[in-house]
């Protein structure tokens, strides 16, 4: 049972603890057994059966659990780098997508994308994710928008899951808009959605959620109803893309649902942020999305104090947030939504792991979690993400072993 010693600052982040308090205990030691955690707490408490066990020196350094990106678009074709300079002259989203831009020209390139090609850059991207400390990563289809594409990618998820170190959860979006081709026959597609593609995902468990994107320009109320509901009918979990570019409604459906999520929220309203609060649902900001949009971020602050858990996440995908580094986000997430760091920790630890069903498993560094850390060169969590570099993780431990 190897020991991690010498560290200067632990993370716990237990589950049941409030989102303020991430569990610190300085001058620390972790152990564990195979791929599990059995032992944390200061180093002067070690247990007498563990003194003759192998340690390993963590150097005086904070240790984290392994970090949770529980929203990603990890496979897709291409890239929009155009669309980055016409947001600066002032394109706006939705006036990008009008014209052909956006998630509509990201489908063509995924469309045209092989599995192999689209599984080189998810995991390429995979590798860089696990080096800042990510060791879980839930992954949305909503490139392909046809039966064919959208399995398509959720088979290379499967098998990333089953060659990468880094745990994948794969989430269905196969109503991320309407695909142009369906565009005038709008109900065509949501019987697609309903009748073939969301049974032929559960009947293959290639997903273990359902998103939809409740926006003008996407999804209605009604359209997110009846599809989440055929979701529910096949045993899949709901997530919700909600209130991002407009107070929709989404966030109050997603509570009244019992979504395990509601995401983006930008726009929520007080009646959304009360909903949310009493149905338990997770709130997920994604402040990488609001700096590359130039949006408001989400009001982490309000819904915090009302009783709502924050998680924190990229929102990677090739348009609206192009980046997959999550300690940016987080550090984003304290400086533009007013959360403290031990608020921020959690919500890409704990809180994250609620956000994807894994809050038994993974998320802290508590006896019978799965041994996923990572040790960065910072002594406190405040120095960590007060003194942003472009990466403090100097080793990584995945399910008890050193990657």
Same mark, same amino acid.
């Given at each position: 049972?190897?020991?991690?010693?010498? &560290?200067?600052?632990? @993370?716990?982040?237990?589950? %049941?603890?409030?989102?303020?308090?991430? #569990?610190? &205990?300085?001058?620390? @030691?972790?152990?564990?057994? %195979?791929?599990?955690?059995?032992?944390? #707490?200061?180093?002067?408490d070690l247990p007498a059966e563990f003194t003759d066990e192998p340690e390993i020196d963590a150097g005086n350094r904070l240790v984290i659990p392994g970090l949770i990106d529980c929203h990603t678009h990890l496979c897709f074709g291409g890239w929009r780098g155009d669309e980055f300079q016409w947001r600066l002259e002032g394109a706006s989203y939705q006036e990008i997508a009008a014209s052909g831009g956006g998630i509509a020209s990201t489908v063509g390139a995924t469309r045209a994308s092989s599995p192999e090609e689209l599984g080189r850059k998810a995991?390429?991207?995979?590798?860089?994710?696990?080096?800042?400390?990510?060791?879980?990563v839930e992954c949305k289809s909503g490139y392909g928008l046809d039966y064919e594409n959208e399995l398509k990618q959720l088979e290379v998820y499967r098998r990333l899951d089953q060659e990468h170190a880094v745990d994948?959860?794969?989430?269905?979006?196969?109503?991320?808009?309407?695909?142009?081709?369906?565009?005038?026959?709008?109900?065509?597609?949501?019987?697609?959605?309903?009748?073939e593609l969301i049974p032929a995902v559960a009947e293959r468990d290639l997903a273990r959620f359902c998103d939809i994107f409740i926006e003008a320009g996407a999804y209605t109320l009604d359209e997110a109803r009846a599809v989440l509901g055929a979701a529910t009918h096949h045993g899949l979990k709901l997530k919700v893309h909600a209130d991002q570019l407009s107070n929709g409604g989404g966030a109050l459906l997603a509570a009244e649902l019992g979504a395990v999520s509601a995401e983006h929220l930008e726009y929520i309203s007080n009646e959304g942020i009360d909903a949310l609060a009493s149905s338990g649902t997770v709130a997920v900001s994604l402040p990488l999305a609001s700096l590359y949009l130039s949006e408001p971020y989400l009001p982490a602050r309000k819904l915090l104090d009302a009783g709502v858990p924050v998680a924190v996440a990229t929102d990677f995908n090739p348009g609206s947030a192009p980046s997959f580094h999550l300690p940016l986000a987080m550090t984003l997430a304290c400086i533009n939504q007013s959360m403290t760091p031990q608020e921020t920790l959690n919500g890409a630890t704990a809180i994250a792991a609620r956000a994807v069903s894994l809050q038994n498993s993974r998320g802290s560094l508590m006896p019978g979690f799965v041994a996923d850390l990572a040790i960065i060169d910072a002594p406190t969590l405040n120095q960590w993400l007060y003194h942003f570099v472009p990466n403090a993780c100097t080793e990584v431990l995945k399910a008890g072993h050193w990657i």
């Open positions: 049972m190897p020991v991690l010693v010498n &560290i200067s600052q632990l @993370a716990t982040c237990p589950p %049941g603890n409030p989102q303020q308090d991430a #569990g610190l &205990i300085d001058h620390a @030691a972790v152990a564990w057994n %195979g791929d599990t955690v059995s032992w944390v #707490g200061p180093q002067s995991l390429m991207a995979l590798d860089a994710m696990l080096a800042l400390g990510v060791t879980t994948l959860v794969p989430t269905f979006l196969g109503a991320h808009i309407i695909p142009p081709e369906y565009r005038d026959r709008r109900e065509d597609y949501i019987r697609l959605l309903c009748e």
